[in-house]
């Protein structure tokens, strides 16, 4: 399995956790997820990859970490997925999908806006093909979440 | 001074305000805009000193702001620091090309800011 590229994702989402949350986090072994699998979160943010290679980087949390997040951020306490919680997860995504940018600097990539899907036991609409997709899951003194990348041609088995 | 913070994320447009505000700057007028287009109708209508842009936002990108304002003969000396996730060299690049006055990666420091902050109004004083 070809996962190096992952790396850059790796240590983006662990620097802006860091310098967002100051939260440290540690990742956890990387497993493969078959593309129909419902994922076991109660919120997801995606973002598109294009250019010179193509696909899908998906954070995911349980509402309780997303909502703690949230809280650290506006400086008081969240009890529900709101728009703040929304507006949080898909920034979060989208300065780990830049932020990786810079360690595939060989590719020209682009990205695109953040979508999120919530609700338990949600459901990503993966790019057909045979695109492995590999998850990193990370935990932090104060939960666990996600990282998800799939990308054509850069990550094989 | 009023500045004019430019994010289609409310958190951030919050974080880049209350950063600017922890560096002293709390007597300025802060605006906000959501995206370009938001931020093209305000720059038309009211006096803007500096311009805080984020990258990548919906209708009007940040991008295309900088390329249309550089075009403006009243907007070309404006002092424009793009905030953005966009961390590779030839997106610096490419925004340093379309005019910008500096370019900061997210997540957003203080220092960071305080740094950049300074740069452009040094330039500016002279």
Redesign the interface.
């Known amino acids: 399995m070809n996962i190096q590229y992952i790396t850059p994702f790796i240590q983006a989402a662990q620097?802006?956790i860091l310098?967002?949350f100051a939260l440290e986090t540690k990742a956890l072994t990387p497993y493969l997820v078959k593309k129909d699998e419902t994922l076991d979160w109660d919120i997801s943010a995606i973002i598109g990859i294009a250019g010179e290679a193509r696909g899908l980087v998906v954070l995911s949390f349980p509402s309780g970490l997303a909502q703690e997040l949230?809280g650290i951020?506006?400086g008081a306490a969240k009890t529900a997925i709101d728009?703040?919680v929304v507006?949080?997860v898909?920034?979060v995504v989208?300065?780990?999908?830049?932020?990786?940018?810079?360690g595939?600097?060989q590719f020209?990539?682009l990205?695109?806006?953040p979508s999120i899907v919530q609700g338990p036991r949600h459901q990503v609409l993966w790019p057909s093909g045979p695109v492995p997709i590999i998850t990193i899951p990370f935990s932090t003194s104060r939960g666990h979440f996600s990282l998800s990348v799939g990308l054509e041609d850069l990550i094989t088995l | 001074m009023r500045i004019l913070i430019v994010d289609?994320?409310?958190?951030?447009r919050?974080?880049v305000k209350n950063t600017l505000k922890a560096l002293n700057l709390v007597n300025e007028t802060f605006l906000e805009a959501a995206d370009g287009q938001e931020a093209w109708s305000i720059l038309e209508s009211q006096e803007v000193s500096l311009l805080f842009l984020d990258w990548?936002?919906?209708n009007l990108n940040g991008l295309e702001l900088v390329k249309r304002l550089r075009a403006t003969a009243k907007f070309q000396s404006l002092p424009i620091i793009m905030v953005?996730?966009?961390?590779?060299?030839?997106?610096v690049i490419e925004a340093v090309k379309a005019g910008v006055s500096d370019y900061l990666?997210?997540?957003v420091?203080q220092r960071g800011l305080e740094e950049k902050l300074r740069r452009v109004l040094q330039r500016g004083s002279q």
Do not use: C, F, H, W
């Open positions: 620097e802006a310098q967002l949230t951020l506006r728009d703040d507006d949080t898909g920034e989208n300065i780990i999908a830049g932020n990786a940018k810079k595939l600097e020209r990539l990205i695109s806006l | 289609d994320s409310r958190i951030m919050n974080i990548n936002m919906p953005t996730s966009e961390a590779a060299k030839y997106n990666v997210k997540p420091t």
